[in-house]
């Protein structure tokens, strides 16, 4: 296999690998890049494919094709040689006896290729080749912008546990009120959002939990680019479609707890204020916790919220931001680091309402002109 190709061009392709790439598994083919081609000429393609038995990328770019064929190669090794290259055209040519030449202007470089014949089927493939997504009746488009927010809005109150799957990703399931949500939860905070989408209708669409690697990948690949992007399920893998993009990743197994059960249906308390005052406070004060705690305080007065701390050995402080309230004097403990990754997602500039029962409830937090974003989080007991 031989081929010459612009370097931004192959560099794009190579960056969306990385993230999919296994760097430490037992199987080193798992740490390459399958790069194939059955088409010659100016106006040939490749197409780059990328594994970790789990997740699976597939790209398409354009070369110039001179022989056809396919070859491996270390992808992170590869997009490092090519990242420092400079602007132009580079050649890669596989020479056999497990060996690929990379060749640009006067660089040349020679990396180990492994037998494309022993490359892992790339998740999902089969299924694609069975059925396309627009005669699958588990289909969705929209806004690539559109899920990138949802993403955001989510992933980061996924669980670390491993040992939790079913709250290791992130629940997507359509309504029939033409809208699509997303949720995640760790068991200690819970992050819904849900967007309409200029659909007449959705499809009778399965309720599945995507994996917060599948979804890190999917964001950097609408990191640059407008449009829609297509969703499709069959049996245990999600296939997404961008452009000449395909990123494929098999769904969590298990059911998503009751998430409505969480969602706090009444209140006796609102408080409004700035997002970005409060924000601002909770930084500086989370200075003064440590990794072990970082329960911060919260005194709610007429007109105003105290944000203070108290972590011994280390220091204390406290904070005053203008609100809206006209409640009676109201305490209650939560984590300052779930309360500080739920306004970073919320717009800048916008007024943020704060929903509560009583001390020991759970709270609810939305923006003020818009309720499709909601976050809630469990009280902590602060000494």
Known sequence: MEFSVGKEDLLQCLYLVQGVVERRSSLPMLSHVLIESDSTGEEGVISLGATDLEIG???QCQAEVKASGSMTADARKLYEIIRELPSGHIRLRSSGNGWVDVNSGKSRFRIA???PKEFPTI????????????????????????LREMIEKTLFATSPDETRLNLSGVYLETQKDGKVRMVASDGHRLSLIERGIDAPSLPDWPSVILPKKGLVE?????????????????DSVVNLKKETTELFMRLIEGDFPDYQQVVPKEHTHRIEFPRDELLSALRRI??????RSRGIKLQFEKDKIEVS?????VG??????AASYAGDGLSIGFNGRYLTEALNVMNEGDSVVLFLKDEMSPGLL?????????????PMKIN
């Open 113 to 115: 290729s492994l037998d």
């Open 366 to 378: 939305q923006q003020k002109e818009s309720d499709e974003f909601s976050y809630v989080i469990m």
């Open 218 to 234: 999917t964001r950097k690949l609408l990191e640059r680019s407008e449009g829609t992007i297509d969703v499709s399920v069959k």
């Open 316 to 321: 204390e402080g406290t904070e005053e931001i």
């Open 309 to 313: 701390v108290n972590t011994p050995d």
């Open 286 to 291: 989370l200075i003064l916790t440590t990794e």
């Open 123 to 146: 998740t999902g493939q089969k299924e694609k080749q069975e059925e396309s997504p627009s005669s699958s009746d588990q289909f969705i488009s929209l806004p690539g912008s559109t």
């Open 57 to 59: 990328i597939r790209q």
